[in-house]
C-alpha cells in the first residue's frame, strides 16, 4: 500500500476537500465492508479504502504523502497485518452504517442558541377580560456591538487549534480485537471549536453578548386567565457567540377582584337584599365590568337563587363573545326588630294564620315566608 494512489484508491481528487473524501469513504464503506460482503477479494478491497481514508482524512497524513513520504513511516502495508490496517478509523465505519451519534463531525460552532426566559405578568380582572398593552423591563443578553458576537477583539480573529489542526477533536489509537482501533474525542485545548481566542473582547470576555436591561411592549389578548403563558418567539436571551435569541414567556397572574369571582369564562358576585324586597320584588343596581346596570329583582326570589345577565361576563380567548355574569341572592332575615316592625310582622302573620307559639308549627306546615310569597302573588 505503500505505493497506492490514495487518491484513486477513493476515486476522489487530489484536491478534493475533506467532506469530499469522507463522503467517498462512507460510500465505499458500506459496499465493501466484510459484514456486507465476505468475500475474500473485497475484504482486501476494504482494507485499501481504510488506509487511504486514514492517511487523506489526517491532515498531517495526507501533508506527508502529497510530499511523497510514507505517512506509516516506512511500515507500508505490513502496518495493516493483524486488524483492518493500523490506526482504523473504527468511529468512521460506525457512522457509515449507523450514522453519526453526535451529528457532523469536526469543529463545533461557537454560536448556540439562547435560553428561554419567563417573566410574570400580574394584571387586574379587566386587563385579562378585555386585554391590554404592557411595557415590561427585561434584564436579559443581547448580541455584543463591539465585536458583533464574534468574541474576538477588533482587529484580531480566533487562531487555529495547533493540538487538533482546527479539527475541533483528537484522535487516539487503541488495540482491540479488531486490530488497531482509532478513537476521537474533543479536544481539550480549544472545547472542540477548532479555534482558540486568544485576544477576547473587552466588552463581553469573548462570550459574545453582554447583558443589559431592555424595555419591550407586549399585547396581551383578551380572555387569559391565572396559569396563562404567552409565547413571545425570539424575544428571549441571544446565545453564546451571537447565537439565535430563545424565547420569552409570559406567565399570567391574576389579582383577586374585591366583586367578582371568575369560574372560565363566566363571574359570579353575591348580593344582599332585605327580606321584604325579596318578597316585594325590588330593582337593584349592580356592578359590571361593562359599568352599573340595573337588573329586577321579582317577588318571592328566594336565597340562594340565580339571576344571570348574559354576555357580561369575561371575553372568549381567542374566539367571539363572552361569557356570563350569575349573580347570586342572598336573602336577609333581621335579627332584631323594633317594637313597632315587631308588631307588623305578628299583625301579618295573624292575618294569615300563620300565628303560633314558638316551635309548634306543625310537621310539613308552609312557613311563614312562603305563605308571605303567596299572599304577594294573588293566590
Same mark, same amino acid.
Given at each position: 500500500?505503500?505505493?497506492?494512489d ?6 476522489v ?6 467532506? /469530499? ?6 460510500r ?5 465492508? %466484510? #459484514?456486507v460482503?465476505p ?5 482486501e ?8 481514508y486514514? =492517511?487523506l482524512s ?24 493483524g486488524?483492518f490496517?493500523?490506526?482504523f %478509523? ?13 451529528g457532523s463531525?469536526?469543529p ?6 439562547g435560553?428561554n426566559?419567563?417573566i410574570r ?7 385579562t ?7 415590561? =423591563? &427585561?434584564d436579559?443578553?443581547v448580541?455584543c456591538?463591539?465585536?458583533q ?15 487538533c489542526?482546527? @479539527?475541533? /477533536? +483528537? ?6 480485537f479488531l486490530g488497531? =482501533?482509532m ?5 481539550p *485545548?480549544?472545547g472542540?471549536f477548532?479555534?482558540i481566542?486568544r485576544?477576547?473582547?473587552q466588552?463581553?470576555?469573548?462570550d459574545?453578548? =453582554?447583558?443589559? @436591561?431592555?424595555?419591550?411592549k &407586549? @399585547? +396581551?389578548p383578551?380572555?387569559v386567565?391565572?396559569?396563562t403563558?404567552?409565547?413571545l418567539?425570539?424575544?428571549g436571551?441571544?446565545?453564546?457567540g451571537?447565537?439565535?435569541?430563545? #424565547?420569552?414567556?409570559?406567565e399570567?397572574?391574576?389579582r383577586?377582584? /374585591? ?17 321584604t324586597?325579596a ?22 326570589? *328566594?336565597s340562594? *337563587?340565580?339571576?344571570?345577565?348574559y354576555?357580561?361576563?369575561v371575553?372568549?380567548?381567542?374566539e367571539?363573545?363572552?361569557g356570563?355574569?350569575?349573580?347570586h341572592?342572598?336573602v ?7 317594637p313597632a316592625q ?11 294564620g300563620? /300565628? ?8 310539613g306546615q ?5 305563605r308571605? @310569597?303567596?299572599a304577594f302573588?294573588?293566590r
Open positions: 500500500m505503500a505505493n497506492s490514495y487518491y484513486a484508491t477513493l476515486g481528487r487530489r484536491d478534493a476537500s475533506q467532506d /469530499e473524501i469522507k463522503k467517498a469513504y462512507r465505499l464503506a458500506r459496499e465493501l465492508h %466484510p #459484514d460482503n468475500d475474500p477479494e473485497t475484504q478491497r476494504f482494507k485499501e479504502i481504510t488506509q487511504a486514514e =492517511v489526517d491532515t498531517n497524513k495526507r501533508q506527508m504523502y502529497d510530499l511523497g513520504a510514507d505517512p506509516f513511516g516506512g511500515a507500508g502495508a505490513g502496518a495493516g497485518a486488524g490496517g493500523a490506526g %478509523p473504527f468511529s468512521d465505519i460506525m457512522d457509515a452504517f449507523f450514522g453519526s451519534a453526535g463531525r469536526g463545533r460552532s461557537r454560536a448556540r442558541r435560553r426566559a419567563t405578568v400580574e394584571l387586574d380582572l379587566r386587563e377580560a378585555f386585554g391590554t398593552t404592557r411595557e415590561l =423591563v &427585561v436579559t443578553a448580541l456591538e463591539v465585536c458576537g464574534a468574541g474576538a477583539a477588533p482587529g484580531t480573529h480566533p487562531d487555529t487549534c495547533d493540538m489542526n482546527g @479539527r475541533g /477533536e +483528537i484522535s487516539q489509537v487503541t488495540r482491540s488497531q =482501533v478513537t476521537s474525542r474533543p479536544c *485545548q480549544c472542540g477548532g479555534s481566542i485576544h477576547p473582547c466588552e463581553c470576555s469573548g459574545g453578548r =453582554v447583558r443589559t @436591561r431592555r424595555t419591550i &407586549v @399585547r +396581551i383578551a380572555g386567565e391565572d396559569g403563558h404567552i409565547q418567539a425570539g424575544e436571551e441571544v446565545g453564546p451571537g447565537g439565535p435569541p430563545g #424565547d420569552l414567556f409570559l399570567i397572574v391574576e383577586p377582584h /374585591e366583586i367578582f369571582e371568575r369560574r372560565g369564562d363566566d363571574l359570579h358576585c353575591t348580593v344582599q337584599i332585605p327580606m324586597a318578597a316585594l320584588g325590588t330593582v337593584l343596581t349592580v356592578e359590571t365590568l361593562d359599568g352599573a346596570e340595573d337588573i329586577d329583582v321579582r317577588p318571592g326570589t *328566594q340562594g *337563587q340565580v339571576i344571570t345577565m354576555g357580561r361576563g371575553q372568549r380567548l381567542n367571539s363573545g363572552r356570563d355574569l350569575l349573580i341572592v342572598n336577609e332575615t333581621p335579627s332584631r326588630l323594633d315587631e308588631e307588623l310582622l305578628r299583625e301579618l302573620a295573624k292575618l294569615r300563620e /300565628e303560633r307559639p314558638p316551635g309548634k308549627f306543625a310537621p308552609q312557613g311563614f315566608f312562603s308571605l @310569597r303567596d302573588n294573588g
